[in-house]
């Protein structure tokens, strides 16, 4: 019997854009082929865990396929410290397993709630990308169904094109089924992080300059609305996972052990309008005055310094039924200064608050679509408060187009097409094979269709 999906309402974490589409929850890889041989949609698009905050993973007039039931751990390899699974599986379950075994993430996003297939598709990164690259970098191979039913077998040296068109490729070369990845050896779960607030923008760039490269970590808490002499001023967070020598008395006892944190859930929508730039600013003050000027040392538990948000589930509730999108640009080294400037000043002026805004080096990029390039990215969560608000973004989009910079596909609800091609300079590379891989464009989105990496229609 052929699978059924649901005809739903779907939003990805951003809750902006809400999109009608069928969804599928295939339990069996005989479903997907099913699927691809049926031709019963007029398109098709693979989900994890929908954190990816616009319509990466929506299909208006099509399929989403939500690929979290292919969950299983398939293989570990512990001298090479090698995972096999299926694509579905989170970060989480990966780091419960493996972390008191004295293995951790080669790279990981901010929250643990994403899927291995969602990370690769994302081709995500981490507050380590300034000196470790990002998730593709760490994996070793990875299966692929593609829309003529076969599964391929990529890596660095295995079809590479396909390897590099998929990883960032947003889900559009075909279902990612299994992913082997490299973990990274620790000693202990816990992080040793120096805190540092800087006065403004050019302090906090010296500062990254300077000393970021002596930390695997670095992220820069950013105060948005600051402005004037205060504009850009920072809190610094940087640190590295501790050798079992460095940990207190107290804890080298047990220095795999997980972290335990009681979560809680935002039990309903907000009304809109609760974020806004007065309480912005009221909690921007406070999260500055908050941290020491300085503070080396200390010791945190890997929890509280990656995924301080998975703490309150559901959070996005609090931006209302309206929404938020996530706004990151990503801009070259020679331009950062200059374009950061302008965009919090912009920001700033429009009275766009962003309760969430962090600053990261990033450090070289391969894959064709991937999101980093050396220089820094900006990322600010942004209340969606409608047409006004989404004028001012695309004035931003301008300004990092203008400046050599992009706009990151997997948070992105809103990148007008025109833009792209300037954007992602090897799109044309990317396309060749997509065509080669879905010449009758099974695979596409309702971002894909929006930026125009796929025919509108
Ligand atoms: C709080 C928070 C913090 C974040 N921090 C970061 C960060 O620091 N760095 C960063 O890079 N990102 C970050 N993200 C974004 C997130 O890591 C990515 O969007 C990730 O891809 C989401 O994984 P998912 O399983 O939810 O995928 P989804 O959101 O469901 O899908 C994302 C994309 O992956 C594709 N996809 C998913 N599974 C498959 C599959 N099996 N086969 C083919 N395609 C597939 C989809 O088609 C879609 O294009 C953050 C998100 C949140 C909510």
Redesign the pocket.
């Known amino acids: 019997m052929s699978l059924r999906g649901r005809s739903v309402q779907l939003a ?2 951003g809750r902006f854009p809400v999109t009608p589409t069928e969804l599928l929850r295939p339990a069996r890889q005989d479903d997907l082929l099913s699927l691809l041989g049926e031709r019963r949609y007029a398109a098709l ?9 616009g319509d ?2 929506l299909n208006a007039g099509g399929a989403v396929v939500e ?1 979290t039931r292919f969950d299983r751990l398939l293989a570990f390899d512990e001298s090479a410290g090698v995972l096999v699974a299926e ?2 599986l989170r970060l989480k379950e990966i780091l419960e397993t493996f972390a008191p075994r004295g293995w951790f993430l080669p790279v990981t ?3 643990k709630h ?2 291995l ?3 690769l ?2 081709d ?3 507050k380590n990308h300034h000196c470790d690259a990002s998730f593709s970098s760490y994996v070793e191979w990875f299966e692929l169904l593609t829309a003529d039913g076969r599964i391929r077998r990529c890596s660095k040296a295995e079809q590479p094109d396909l390897f590099w068109a998929t990883a960032g490729g ?2 559009l070369t075909g ?2 089924l299994t992913v082997a990845l490299k973990l990274r050896r620790i000693e202990t779960t816990y992080i040793g992080v120096d805190y540092a607030r800087t006065r403004d923008l050019d302090e906090t760039i010296e500062r990254c300059e300077a000393e970021d490269h002596r930390y695997r970590y670095a992220v820069c808490w950013i105060d948005c609305l600051a402005t004037g002499k205060r504009l850009g001023r920072s809190v610094l967070m940087r640190g590295d996972h501790l050798a079992a020598a460095e940990l207190p008395a107290q804890l080298r006892k047990h220095p795999l052990t997980l972290p335990r944190k009681r979560e809680v859930t935002v039990p309903f929508s907000f009304p809109n309008g609760v974020i806004n730039p007065l309480t912005v600013r009221a909690f921007n003050t406070a999260f500055y005055y908050q941290h020491p000027k300085a503070r080396s040392g200390a010791v945190v538990d890997f929890d509280s310094y990656f995924y301080p ?1 998975d703490a309150v589930l559901e959070w996005n509730r609090v931006y209302g039924r309206r929404g938020f999108i996530q706004y990151q640009p990503a801009l070259p080294l020679e331009t950062s200064r200059a374009t950061l400037i302008k965009l919090l000043e912009r920001l700033s002026q429009a009275k766009i608050a962003s309760f969430l805004a962090v600053l990261k080096r990033f450090g070289p990029q391969e894959g064709l679509l991937s999101f980093p390039m050396p220089g820094y990215t900006l990322a600010l969560d942004i209340p969606m408060t409608g047409a006004r608000m989404l004028a001012v973004l695309d004035e931003l989009d301008e300004l990092v187009a203008q400046a050599g910079g992009r706009i990151y596909l ?2 992105d609800a809103r990148l007008k097409p025109r833009h792209l091609e300037a954007m992602y300079p090897r799109l044309p590379e990317w396309r060749r094979i997509k065509q080669a891989v879905d010449p009758e464009g099974i695979f596409s ?1 309702d971002l894909s269709r929006r930026v125009g990496l796929t025919p509108a229609s």
Do not use: D, N
Not at 45 to 53: D, N, Q
């Open positions: 990805s974490w698009i693979g989900r994890g865990y929908g954190r990816s905050y990466a993973a690929q694509a579905g996003p901010g929250t994403v899927s297939g969602g990370a598709a994302c995500i990164h981490g947003m889900g279902f990612i948000l997997g948070k989105s």
